[in-house]
C-alpha cells in the first residue's frame, strides 16, 4: 500500500514559496529600517526619501527579482520534467520503444565482445570456449574482415557438435578436445549447421527499437539484432540488440 506523502513538486513548491516570502520582508523590514534612518540623519528630510527611492529601492528591487527568477524558473522546470516522466510512464512498451531510435538503443560495435573469422577457423573449440572474453555471455559473435556478420554461435551449439563427435554420430578423424572451429563448419551435421545462421536478424540504422522487436518476433527463438547501414546481413555491423536490451527499453 502506498504511502499518503504530498508529491515532491507540491514540497518544492511549498519550500520555495516560503523562502520567497522570507528573504520578502527582510528586504522590505530593512528598506523601512533604512529609509527611517537615513530620513532622521539628514537635516532635509526630501534628501532623505529622494536617496532611498533612487539607491536602495532599485538595488533591493534588483535582488527580490534575480531571486524569486531564480526560485520559480527551477520550480517551472521541474514540473515541465515530471509532467513529461509522468507521460513516458502512461506510455505502452511498444509506444514508448516505438519512439527510440535503433542506433541509440544499440550496443556499438566497439563495445562488443566478437572473434575474427579467419584468425579462429584454427582455434580449437575448447579453446573458444575458454576464453575469458565470453565467460559471461552464452553467444559468440563471428565476424568477417569487412565486419560482416559470418556466425552467430550460441554456447550450447558447440557443445553440441563435440557430443556428435564423441558419440560417433558425426565422423571426424581428431579428438573431441582437438576440434576446430573450420571442422565444426564442415563437417557438423546439418542440424548443427543450421543452428549456426540461426537466433538472430538485421535491421537498417534508420530503424525505431519496435521495427528491432518485430523483426526478432518474426523469428522463431532470435535472441539478437543487429544493425548495418541498410539492413543487408552482407553489409558491416554497426551495433546489436538482444531481447534483454529492449526489454530494458520497454520497461515503464
Same mark, same amino acid.
Given at each position: 500500500?502506498?504511502?499518503?506523502?504530498? $508529491?515532491?513538486?507540491?514540497?518544492? @513548491?511549498?519550500?520555495?514559496? %516560503?523562502?520567497?516570502?522570507?528573504?520578502?520582508?527582510?528586504?522590505?523590514?530593512?528598506?523601512?529600517? %533604512?529609509?527611517?534612518?537615513?530620513?532622521?540623519?539628514?537635516?532635509?528630510?526630501?534628501?532623505?526619501?529622494?536617496?532611498?527611492?533612487?539607491?536602495?529601492?532599485?538595488? @533591493?528591487?534588483? @535582488?527580490?527579482?534575480?531571486?524569486?527568477?531564480?526560485?520559480?524558473?527551477?520550480?517551472?522546470?521541474?514540473?515541465?520534467?515530471?509532467?513529461?516522466?509522468?507521460?513516458?510512464?502512461?506510455?505502452?512498451?511498444?509506444?514508448?520503444?516505438?519512439?527510440?531510435?535503433?542506433?541509440?538503443?544499440?550496443?556499438?560495435?566497439?563495445?562488443? !565482445?566478437?572473434?575474427?573469422?579467419?584468425?579462429?577457423?584454427?582455434?580449437?573449440?575448447?579453446?573458444?570456449?575458454?576464453?575469458?572474453?565470453?565467460?559471461?555471455?552464452?553467444?559468440?559473435?563471428?565476424?568477417?574482415?569487412?565486419?560482416?556478420?559470418?556466425?552467430?554461435?550460441?554456447?550450447?551449439?558447440?557443445?553440441?557438435?563435440?557430443?556428435?563427435?564423441?558419440?560417433?554420430?558425426?565422423? %571426424?578423424?581428431?579428438?573431441?578436445?582437438?576440434?576446430?572451429?573450420?571442422?565444426?563448419?564442415?563437417?557438423?551435421?546439418?542440424?548443427?549447421?543450421?543452428?549456426?545462421?540461426?537466433?538472430?536478424?538485421? !535491421?537498417?540504422?534508420?530503424?525505431?527499437?519496435?521495427?528491432?522487436?518485430?523483426?526478432?518476433?518474426?523469428? $522463431?527463438?532470435?535472441?539478437? %539484432?543487429?544493425?548495418?547501414?541498410?539492413?543487408?546481413?552482407?553489409?558491416?555491423?554497426?551495433?546489436?540488440?538482444?531481447?534483454?536490451?529492449?526489454?530494458?527499453?520497454?520497461?515503464?
Amino acid at each position: 500500500m502506498e504511502e499518503n506523502n504530498p $508529491p515532491s513538486i507540491y514540497q518544492s @513548491w511549498k519550500a520555495r514559496n %516560503v523562502i520567497a516570502l522570507i528573504i520578502t520582508l527582510v528586504i522590505l523590514g530593512a528598506t523601512v529600517f %533604512v529609509a527611517i534612518e537615513a530620513i532622521n540623519n539628514q537635516a532635509n528630510s526630501k534628501s532623505g526619501l529622494e536617496f532611498v527611492a533612487q539607491t536602495l529601492l532599485p538595488l @533591493w528591487g534588483t @535582488w527580490i527579482g534575480t531571486i524569486l527568477a531564480f526560485y520559480f524558473s527551477r520550480e517551472n522546470f521541474e514540473a515541465a520534467t515530471q509532467s513529461y516522466q509522468n507521460i513516458i510512464r502512461s506510455m505502452k512498451p511498444e509506444e514508448k520503444i516505438a519512439s527510440i531510435p535503433a542506433k541509440e538503443a544499440m550496443l556499438p560495435l566497439e563495445k562488443i !565482445v566478437y572473434l575474427e573469422y579467419e584468425e579462429t577457423l584454427a582455434r580449437s573449440l575448447s579453446d573458444i570456449l575458454a576464453d575469458e572474453r565470453f565467460k559471461d555471455y552464452n553467444r559468440y559473435v563471428i565476424l568477417n574482415k569487412d565486419k560482416s556478420l559470418k556466425y552467430m554461435i550460441h554456447r550450447t551449439t558447440f557443445f553440441r557438435f563435440v557430443a556428435e563427435v564423441s558419440l560417433g554420430l558425426t565422423e %571426424v578423424a581428431r579428438n573431441s578436445k582437438e576440434l576446430t572451429l573450420r571442422e565444426m563448419e564442415e563437417q557438423a551435421s546439418d542440424a548443427v549447421k543450421a543452428l549456426m545462421y540461426k537466433g538472430f536478424t538485421f !535491421v537498417a540504422e534508420s530503424a525505431s527499437l519496435l521495427d528491432a522487436k518485430k523483426a526478432m518476433d518474426a523469428i $522463431p527463438e532470435c535472441q539478437d %539484432v543487429f544493425i548495418t547501414r541498410n539492413g543487408k546481413p552482407t553489409e558491416p555491423i554497426l551495433g546489436l540488440i538482444t531481447n534483454n536490451r529492449i526489454l530494458d527499453y520497454a520497461k515503464v
